[in-house]
């Protein structure tokens, strides 16, 4: 049987990389890494976190086909390698990708039966507290995250399931049932 592709989305902040990285080693779902033209923040490593490219090198991927989706996301780019999914999915295992909403309209035009799930608080305050203290970005950086989560909250509509990260733990439970439906 073929994995299932499970992809989450939600405006910067809203707790998707928390949550779906404990689901992902809960469930022993490997981590599909993305590539971005995004500067690394600190303590993020190359070949962990992202696939930390060059425009030049993020383009040439383009051009050669390798990308399964991609898109432009607060100023840089940021992709998902069709190795990543295709290899993955063919050996029966769950894949999950954390990629905008641009991105997820992209992977569930390819694979109609991805499963989509739109992460978010309960309101933009919170969002707005999360970013702030998680202290990985400038006031600069925050604002158009922030002014960008307005434009994504209006594509939850479009998602199967949405969750409103308020606990944790809650959050993993909703999205490992939403998997294991
Ligand atoms: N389309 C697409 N979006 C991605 C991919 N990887 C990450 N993103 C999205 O890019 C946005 C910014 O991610 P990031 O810079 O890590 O910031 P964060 O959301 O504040 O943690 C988020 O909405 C991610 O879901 C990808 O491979 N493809
Ligand atoms: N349910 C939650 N309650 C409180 N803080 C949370 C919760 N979920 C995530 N966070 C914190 O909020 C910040 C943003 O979470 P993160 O996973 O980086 O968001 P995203 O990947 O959506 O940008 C991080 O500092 C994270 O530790």
Known sequence: ???????????SGSGKSTVTKLVKDKLNIPLSISATT????????DGKDYYFLTKEEFQKKIKNDEFYEFANVHGNYYGTLKKTVEENLEKGLNVILEIDVQG???AKEKKKDAILVFFKTENLEVLE???????????EVIELRLKNAKKELEYEKK???????????????????IINL
């Open 38 to 45: 995004r500067k690394p923040r600190n303590g993020e490593i």
């Open 159 to 177: 998602y199967d399931y949405v969750i409103v990260n308020k606990e944790i733990e809650k959050a993993c439970n909703d999205l490992i049932n």
């Open 129 to 139: 507290n999360r970013l702030r203290n998680r202290k990985t970005d400038s006031d």
């Open 1 to 11: 049987m073929k994995g299932k592709l499970i992809i989450v989305s939600g405006p």
């Open 104 to 106: 997820a309209l992209i």
